[in-house]
Nanobody
Framework: QVQLVESGGGLVQAGGSLRLSCAAS????????MGWFRQAPGKEREFVAG????????YYADSVKGRFTISRDNAKNTVYLQMNSLKPEDTAVYYC??????????????????WGQGTQVTVSS
Protein backbone atom coordinates (compact mmCIF):
# COMPACT_ATOMS: atom_id res chain seq x y z
CA GLN A 1 0.00 0.00 0.00
CA VAL A 2 1.18 3.48 -0.85
CA GLN A 3 2.20 5.69 2.08
CA LEU A 4 1.47 9.41 1.73
CA VAL A 5 2.92 12.32 3.71
CA GLU A 6 1.70 15.90 3.23
CA SER A 7 3.61 19.06 4.04
CA GLY A 8 3.54 22.76 3.27
CA GLY A 9 0.54 23.92 5.22
CA GLY A 10 0.57 27.02 7.39
CA LEU A 11 -0.94 30.39 8.14
CA VAL A 12 -1.29 32.88 5.29
CA GLN A 13 -3.18 36.11 4.73
CA ALA A 14 -6.04 36.28 2.28
CA GLY A 15 -4.71 36.72 -1.24
CA GLY A 16 -1.53 34.84 -0.44
CA SER A 17 -0.19 31.55 -1.75
CA LEU A 18 0.93 28.19 -0.43
CA ARG A 19 2.24 25.05 -2.08
CA LEU A 20 1.35 21.74 -0.53
CA SER A 21 3.43 18.65 -1.17
CA CYS A 22 2.44 15.01 -0.92
CA ALA A 23 5.36 12.58 -0.87
CA ALA A 24 4.51 9.00 -1.76
CA SER A 25 6.27 5.71 -1.30
CA UNK A 26 6.05 2.94 -3.85
CA UNK A 27 7.57 2.36 -7.25
CA UNK A 28 4.26 2.44 -9.11
CA UNK A 29 3.19 5.82 -7.76
CA UNK A 30 3.61 7.41 -11.19
CA UNK A 31 0.67 5.41 -12.56
CA UNK A 32 -1.77 6.18 -9.75
CA UNK A 33 -4.70 8.55 -9.73
CA MET A 34 -4.09 11.30 -7.15
CA GLY A 35 -6.51 13.53 -5.34
CA TRP A 36 -6.47 16.44 -2.92
CA PHE A 37 -9.33 16.82 -0.46
CA ARG A 38 -9.98 19.19 2.42
CA GLN A 39 -12.02 19.17 5.57
CA ALA A 40 -13.05 22.26 7.51
CA PRO A 41 -14.26 22.05 11.12
CA GLY A 42 -17.81 20.74 11.28
CA LYS A 43 -17.91 19.97 7.57
CA GLU A 44 -17.54 16.86 5.49
CA ARG A 45 -14.37 16.10 3.57
CA GLU A 46 -14.63 17.57 0.08
CA PHE A 47 -12.86 17.14 -3.21
CA VAL A 48 -10.44 19.89 -4.21
CA ALA A 49 -8.39 18.63 -7.15
CA GLY A 50 -7.47 15.42 -8.91
CA UNK A 51 -5.12 14.06 -11.52
CA UNK A 52 -5.51 11.01 -13.74
CA UNK A 53 -2.97 8.21 -14.12
CA UNK A 54 -1.13 9.81 -17.01
CA UNK A 55 -0.92 13.18 -15.32
CA UNK A 56 -2.40 14.76 -18.42
CA UNK A 57 -5.89 15.15 -17.02
CA UNK A 58 -6.60 17.45 -14.10
CA TYR A 59 -9.87 18.16 -12.37
CA TYR A 60 -10.91 20.86 -9.92
CA ALA A 61 -13.76 21.78 -7.67
CA ASP A 62 -15.56 24.87 -8.89
CA SER A 63 -14.60 26.70 -5.72
CA VAL A 64 -10.87 26.48 -6.50
CA LYS A 65 -10.83 26.46 -10.30
CA GLY A 66 -8.46 29.11 -11.61
CA ARG A 67 -6.73 29.49 -8.24
CA PHE A 68 -5.35 26.01 -7.46
CA THR A 69 -3.13 23.80 -9.61
CA ILE A 70 -2.36 20.13 -9.09
CA SER A 71 0.87 18.73 -10.51
CA ARG A 72 3.17 15.76 -10.02
CA ASP A 73 6.88 15.06 -10.20
CA ASN A 74 7.24 11.32 -10.73
CA ALA A 75 11.01 11.45 -10.29
CA LYS A 76 10.42 12.72 -6.76
CA ASN A 77 7.30 10.63 -6.13
CA THR A 78 5.57 13.85 -5.15
CA VAL A 79 2.28 15.52 -5.95
CA TYR A 80 1.79 19.24 -5.39
CA LEU A 81 -1.11 21.57 -4.87
CA GLN A 82 -0.26 25.16 -5.69
CA MET A 83 -2.81 27.43 -4.05
CA ASN A 84 -3.01 31.06 -5.09
CA SER A 85 -5.40 33.89 -4.20
CA LEU A 86 -6.28 32.13 -1.00
CA LYS A 87 -9.52 33.00 0.77
CA PRO A 88 -10.57 32.53 4.39
CA GLU A 89 -13.03 29.88 3.21
CA ASP A 90 -10.08 27.80 2.02
CA THR A 91 -9.15 27.22 5.66
CA ALA A 92 -9.16 23.47 6.30
CA VAL A 93 -7.02 20.41 6.80
CA TYR A 94 -5.82 19.30 3.39
CA TYR A 95 -5.28 15.64 2.54
CA CYS A 96 -3.81 13.88 -0.44
CA UNK A 97 -5.18 10.52 -1.42
CA UNK A 98 -4.70 7.78 -3.95
CA UNK A 99 -6.04 4.39 -4.92
CA UNK A 100 -4.47 1.98 -7.41
CA UNK A 101 -7.91 0.75 -8.54
CA UNK A 102 -9.05 4.10 -9.88
CA UNK A 103 -8.75 4.97 -13.56
CA UNK A 104 -9.88 8.56 -13.06
CA UNK A 105 -10.13 10.73 -9.95
CA UNK A 106 -13.53 10.94 -8.33
CA UNK A 107 -15.03 13.47 -5.94
CA UNK A 108 -16.03 10.77 -3.44
CA UNK A 109 -13.42 10.38 -0.70
CA UNK A 110 -14.77 6.88 -0.12
CA UNK A 111 -13.26 5.80 -3.42
CA UNK A 112 -9.73 6.46 -2.20
CA UNK A 113 -8.05 3.84 -0.05
CA UNK A 114 -4.77 5.53 0.89
CA TRP A 115 -4.58 8.85 2.71
CA GLY A 116 -1.97 11.09 4.23
CA GLN A 117 -2.19 12.49 7.72
CA GLY A 118 -3.25 15.94 6.54
CA THR A 119 -1.74 19.41 6.74
CA GLN A 120 -3.48 22.47 8.19
CA VAL A 121 -4.05 25.52 6.00
CA THR A 122 -5.33 28.65 7.72
CA VAL A 123 -6.17 31.79 5.75
CA SER A 124 -6.68 34.95 7.75
CA SER A 125 -8.83 37.81 6.55
Amino acid sequence: QVQLVESGGGLVQAGGSLRLSCAASGRTFSSYVMGWFRQAPGKEREFVAGMDRSGGGTYYADSVKGRFTISRDNAKNTVYLQMNSLKPEDTAVYYCATDRRLLLPTVDPGDFGSWGQGTQVTVSS
